[in-house]
């Protein structure tokens, strides 16, 4: 059982270049969401899905797009990179149950030069 | 504005001893608390929550208190072990809702 698998880990981009952050999970989770953690900030929601064809914004939801075209994949854009967006990047999904518990995938480390 | 407070950015605490960390909120709409542990490198994961219908959720090692009047809950390790020394975030959400709001967090060093 993988969880929730981000690619890739690592990345440098240039200011100005676009890339996609995959995401994907095998748990059959509905909900699924990225976040972005900066130093001394905490998580901040980017965006977030309730299920395949549904996405909203989360509070930080500028330069990103996402789409869910299947439960299992929710991939996040950044159309034009910017430095502003180094980041560490995290996905997480969770089921439709009472639980609130979500699981996050490892993360990935992205600069913007 | 910040809606989950943890204020104190580390604490150190002996092995065996009680670790305490702390964290506030301002919504009083958030009816659902959970504390994340993080290593490096490494994705949040799920240590413990609580409803807003209860004051007190044992697991194991953690108890998370939660005090809504003063809208504060506290996470309690006893005893503390070296392998949780960590960075632990508090998060809280509102009924069903999936969107979580988290503290900045706090690292927890466990010295041996």
């Known amino acids: 059982n993988a969880g929730v698998t981000q690619t890739p880990k690592f990345q440098v981009l240039k200011t100005g270049q676009s890339m996609t952050l995959q995401c994907a999970q095998d748990?059959?989770?509905?909900?699924m969401s990225w976040y972005r953690q900066d130093p001394g900030m905490g998580l901040r929601l980017i965006h977030y899905?309730?299920?395949?064809?549904?996405?909203d914004q989360g509070e930080v939801p500028n330069g990103y797009n996402v789409s869910r075209s299947t439960t299992e994949d929710f991939p996040l854009r950044l159309l034009s990179a910017a430095p502003s967006q180094t980041s560490v990047y995290f996905c997480?999904?969770?089921?439709?149950?009472?639980?609130?518990?979500?699981?996050f995938g490892q993360g990935t480390r992205l600069t913007v030069v | 504005d910040q809606q989950v407070k943890q204020n104190s950015p580390s604490l150190s605490v002996q092995e065996g001893r009680i670790s305490i960390l702390n964290c506030d909120y301002t919504?009083?709409?958030?009816?659902?608390f959970l504390w994340y542990k993080k290593y490096p490198a490494e994705g949040p994961t799920f240590l413990i929550s609580?409803?807003?219908?209860?004051d007190k959720n044992e697991d194991g090692r953690f108890t998370v208190f939660l005090n809504k009047s003063a809208k504060h809950l506290s996470l309690h390790i006893v005893p503390s072990q070296p392998g949780d020394s960590a960075v632990y975030f508090c998060?809280?959400?509102?009924?069903?809702?999936?969107?979580?709001?988290f503290g900045k967090g706090t690292l927890l060093t466990v010295n041996p």
């Open positions: 997480a999904s969770k089921d439709t149950t009472g639980s609130t518990e979500a699981f």
């Open positions: 748990m059959n989770h509905e909900y």
């Open positions: 899905s309730v299920g395949a064809g549904i996405t």
């Open positions: 919504n009083s709409m958030f009816d659902y």
């Open positions: 609580i409803s807003s219908i209860k």
């Open positions: 998060a809280a959400a509102l009924g069903s809702n999936y969107k979580l709001t």
